[in-house]
């Protein structure tokens, strides 16, 4: 994953087949230097890159699959077909580990034992109903998706809600569950703010993650801007008025 950020090529000289071996397509970015640099604002884009990775991975449904070593920012150097290297290139590296990034991984492992709905049994994916089957996705604006929002493809934001009162497709049913997951991204190379949904039941967010360099402010409860490459998990409970 450090690689993913890191690479915009492979660097597979090292396996003596001149670089042609491996996917030439890495669908990775170095964000201005390629491999390693001191570069404070590029190496920031990255970390926040990694930690937008991770929290995607392990809040989605199904079961996650994170290689050894993502967590705590190891590198192959940009050898994307390490198959021959029994050498550091390919070894754990027990001295160079990101402890924020494991310790980020591990709030991310929490959260995902803590909150039942991000481990549905069945699949849950039904854009045409609003909350059915505990699902809705939303733009920046605070509107329900429609097929006309799915097809711009100049929008690099999405909001998703995600609830466990399944087989419910009207909001304001009762419940089967108390809680829900609102979660914000923004993948554009300039910020954004976001209307957060305003739902029968489900107001009061509140901030459990995010992918900032610092905490952002929720302008009363209804407003809030993500910076570029970043996204934002908020929780709520389901209340009656």
């Known amino acids: 994953m450090h690689d993913l950020v890191s690479y915009q090529q ?25 491999g390693e640099t001191n570069d404070e604002e590029i190496n920031a884009i990255r970390d926040r890159q990694k930690r937008n ?14 290689l050894a070593g993502d967590e705590s920012g190891q590198s192959q150097q940009g050898n994307n077909n390490a198959y021959c290297q029994d050498n550091p290139i390919g070894w754990f590296d ?11 991984t591990s709030q991310l492992i929490n ?10 049994q069945a699949f849950i994916h039904k854009p045409e109903a609003l ?4 699902l809705a996705w939303f733009n920046r604006q605070g509107e329900v998706m429609t097929k006309s929002h799915w097809c711009e493809h100049h929008t690099r934001t999405l909001s998703v809600i995600i609830t466990g009162n399944l087989g419910h497709a009207d909001i304001g049913a009762e419940p089967e569950s108390t809680e829900a997951l609102l979660l914000l991204i923004n993948v554009d190379y300039q910020s954004h703010t976001f209307t957060l949904p305003q739902l029968a039941h ?16 929720v302008d009363n409860n ?3 801007t993500l910076i570029d490459r970043s996204l934002m998990l908020f929780h709520t409970e389901f209340t009656k008025e």
């Open 94 to 104: 027990w001295d160079v580990i990101d402890w924020s990034l494991v310790s980020y």
């Open 202 to 217: 489900l107001k009061h967010w509140h901030c459990l993650i995010h992918t900032q360099s610092s905490e952002p402010a």
């Open 111 to 120: 959260l995902r034992k803590r909150f039942p709905m991000l481990c549905h």
């Open 131 to 134: 909350f059915d089957n505990g």
């Open 53 to 66: 990775l991770l929290t995607c991975l392990l809040l989605s449904q199904g079961v996650p699959m994170l």
């Open 222 to 224: 209804q407003q809030v």
């Open 10 to 34: 492979r660097h597979n000289l090292a396996n003596g087949e001149e670089n042609r071996d491996g996917h030439q397509e890495n669908c990775s970015d170095n964000y201005g230097v390629e």
